[in-house]
């Protein structure tokens, strides 16, 4: 988008707000505003006795709108759009935090749905994980959008932005980009080249397509990110021994037993989710024989008692669930609860371990929201870890990490690129249209008056598709050259800047004003999705 034309959104957001607003105050029976999640103003439906007191109301709307637009526009057009990405993670905040923060999968639709309702966002998307809750958006004003989306973030947790602020990273462009691209590669795991990460982003994207969420901007980088995603685990090796949040956690139980009765402990699983069958999955190559576990169902445990041959799985219902955790020496939880199954009343109750398996129950939480209550730990024969603590097992390759995340810098750098350019191509899509409507309809006038001198009589249908296919080729050579000069998807040596002094002086040239007919379409999209 061009500078003027991506700032016009925020111009229109504006004027839907002023709209908004003098609807409300011309009308005495106006409903109460409604503020919803997000800061969204709703408004119900204005009733009013008269036609002539409606169109009064609403003539009054359109000035107030316009004069606010007035006011806006000109500082908008200035400024061009920013893809930032505004959130927290396992690097700067800790988990009672994020678990605040965190949005459950099937409520993605709905906090995006939020976030473009702000006035300065036009695009978003949502990246909530056990080690991250990451918001990644299209924003029309830096500053005014990040505050919104800020405001929006403590609206929803209960934190106060200041202490939110404190933990929180804000990114803009191609950091922003890279960054996202980092994280779809594993590099910003807790647990460098993870798997799990790849397929959470996928997921955004699956389920933006479902919802129809996503922008265009924001779906192409996330696609993007995959593609880097996949390339740096294809042409490097940092997937190579790398180990996912599960199978750290089985490290970590392992490494707090005794060594000699690792194998004989008692484990217990509760939750049958992805990541539960992948803590079961990394007990067999432990060498694990037995594990009880815990669900709400009996299906999920079953498709993976069928799948994994190697151990014995004992299924136990929810209802079961402290009987089951007072036979185990482990707990592992992995749980969707927003409620915490474990407190410190819950492990008091519990019996003691055996002097043989160290004494103390160990409870492993890699839950977000978390299963287990910190509290627990205060209990003298009780231990819990959760997902921070994770940070002890893979620290100890820390310089094999680093050594294969600068490998993977060169393809991210690659894909960043391409991606920008993409970016950067859009920038002349409205003066390619204008201009070649612009010719197609000289062309079209031009050539009736041909056609109608030589008259209908005098041709037949090979000589007037003869005389329509030299009228559009000549057309299509003479703007071939101008066209050539739009190009800015990386493919030549030509800058940005150059593309973009070229597209200024065609939109004089030839009058296309694309700014202002982009700033229309803009306006009026935005209007009706405020009024929807």
Not at 58 to 82: C, N, P, V
Not at 300 to 309: G, N, S, T
Not at 418 to 438: G, M
Request: proline fraction near 2%; charge should be positive; glycine fraction near 6%.
């Amino acid at each position: 988008m061009m500078a003027g034309a991506t700032s016009a959104t925020a111009a229109a957001g504006a004027f839907a707000a002023a709209a908004a607003g003098a609807k409300a105050r011309g009308s005495a029976s106006a409903c109460p505003r409604v503020v919803a999640a997000g800061g969204r103003r709703r408004c119900g439906v204005v009733r009013c006795d008269a036609g002539g007191d409606a169109q009064a109301v609403a003539k009054a709307a359109s000035i107030a709108a316009l004069e606010q637009f007035k006011i806006s526009a000109d500082r908008y057009m200035k400024e061009r759009s920013s893809i930032a990405v505004i959130g927290l993670s396992v690097h700067t905040a800790p988990v009672e935090m994020r678990e605040k923060l965190a949005v459950a999968e099937e409520l993605w639709p709905r906090a995006i749905a939020e976030l473009t309702g702000l006035n300065h966002i036009e695009e978003a998307a949502v990246l909530s994980t056990c080690n991250r809750m990451e918001i990644y958006v299209m924003a029309l004003s830096w500053n005014r959008g990040i505050r919104e989306v800020v405001d929006w973030m403590s609206k929803k947790s209960g934190i106060p932005a200041s202490e939110l602020r404190e933990h929180l990273f804000m990114l803009r462009d191609s950091d922003a980009t890279r960054h996202l691209f980092e994280v779809s590669a594993g590099l910003d795991s807790l647990v460098l080249g993870e798997g799990q990460i790849l397929a959470q982003v996928k997921q955004v994207v699956r389920n933006g397509q479902n919802s129809g969420g996503l922008g265009k901007n924001i779906d192409r980088m996330f696609k993007d990110a995959i593609t880097a995603g996949k390339r740096v685990r294809c042409e490097t090796n940092i997937s190579a021994g790398a180990v996912s949040v599960s199978s750290a956690a089985v490290e970590l139980a392992l490494m707090k037993l005794p060594r000699s009765e690792c194998l004989s402990a008692r484990m217990l699983l509760i939750g049958a989710g992805k990541m539960g069958k992948l803590v079961v999955k990394h007990l067999i190559a432990k060498g694990c024989t037995k594990v009880v576990v815990v669900n709400r169902s009996v299906e999920r445990v079953d498709a993976i008692r069928e799948e994994m041959k190697d151990i014995e799985i004992v299924y136990r219902p929810l209802t079961e669930m402290y009987e089951a955790a007072a036979e185990a020496d482990v707990v592992f939880t992995s749980t969707a609860s927003e409620s915490l199954l474990f407190t410190k009343e819950h492990a008091g109750e519990l019996p003691p371990i055996s002097l043989a398996m160290g004494g103390v129950r160990l409870f492993v939480d890699i839950s977000v929201p978390r299963n287990v209550g910190a509290c627990v730990s205060e209990v003298d024969h009780a231990r819990v870890y959760n997902v921070d603590d994770l940070k002890e097992v893979v620290e100890a390759n820390k310089e094999d990490r680093l050594r294969k995340a600068l490998e993977a810098q060169t393809i991210i750098t690659q894909e960043l690129k391409r991606f920008e350019a993409w970016r950067d191509s859009l920038e002349t899509v409205p003066t390619i249209k204008k201009l070649r409507s612009y010719a197609d309809r000289i062309r079209a006038s031009e050539l009736e008056k041909c056609l109608t001198k030589i008259g209908e009589d005098n041709l037949n249908k090979k000589m007037r598709r003869s005389i329509e296919e030299l009228s559009t080729g000549i057309v299509n050579k003479l703007l071939h050259g101008p066209l050539q000069h739009l190009r800015c998807d990386g493919s030549d040596s030509r800058t940005l800047d150059e593309t973009l002094e070229n597209m200024h002086a065609l939109n004089r040239m030839f009058s296309l004003d694309t700014e202002k007919a982009v700033l229309e379409q803009k306006i009026k999209a935005k209007v009706e999705k405020t009024q929807s």
